[in-house]
């Protein structure tokens, strides 16, 4: 009997929460499919039906949190004026995803990140995507003269991730018992300083 398609996809957003939800209180490690199965009120045999097993559900949850994190940033940017403005608005809108979404943003950095098989999975395409916007960022600051021109936008934007990461991986260790824009602007100041032209500098000091 074939499985009522509005009914299949109900199971399976109820299973992907289940998981996201003891991933993120009991580790990925310490849970099983049996709990899995259970929180989703399922048999074993009915999860498999919708995932291949725990890994597959890993590789899967951060999927749509990704997507929709790209679309929004879209949005976001539309309009902003400025490569360093922009940078500013990219770090501010991932930051502020991120705490509004902490049990996707534990699975990505703490669970997903480290995975074997990250790199092969369509998250990692969108990651990609969402870290192109970066590279975008630092060709039009070297183009309007506001940043070095002898930058390298890849460079850059490592030190720009590598930053977002240990500080949304710090704040989930403890447990996030602070917001992430606690001396965010302090950061994003250090950031600047480290890119931004002499040109640019010595204007800013003008005015």
Do not use: C
């Not at 109900?10 to 990925?28: D, M, N, P, V, W």
């Not at 098989?117 to 995507?129: L, P």
């Amino acid at each position: 009997m074939a499985v009522n398609r509005g009914t299949g996809e109900s199971t399976k957003k109820r299973i992907i929460e289940s998981a996201k939800r003891l991933f993120a209180e009991q580790g990925y490690q310490k849970t099983t499919i049996v709990d899995i199965s259970r929180q989703a009120g399922l048999s074993e045999a009915a999860l498999y039906e919708y995932f291949q097993g725990k890994e597959d559900l890993l590789l899967t949850i951060p999927d749509l949190w990704v997507s929709e994190l790209i679309a929004g940033l879209e949005e976001q940017l539309f309009g902003i004026k400025g490569a360093f403005n922009k940078l500013r608005k990219y770090l501010w809108w991932n930051m502020r995803r991120i705490e509004q979404e902490p049990l996707d943003a534990k699975i990505v950095y703490l669970f997903l990140k480290t995975n074997a098989n990250f790199m092969k999975t369509e998250v990692y395409s969108n990651v990609k995507i969402l870290y192109s916007y970066l590279l975008d960022i630092f060709e039009e600051g070297k183009k309007t003269g506001e940043m070095k021109a002898d930058l390298d936008p890849y460079l850059a934007r490592n030190i720009v991730v590598g930053t977002m990461d240990h500080l949304v991986t710090r704040w989930l260790l403890k447990d996030m018992s602070y917001s992430l824009f606690d001396n965010l602007e302090d950061t994003f100041q250090l950031l600047v300083d480290a890119f931004r032209s002499s040109e640019s500098r010595e204007k800013g000091q003008e005015h």
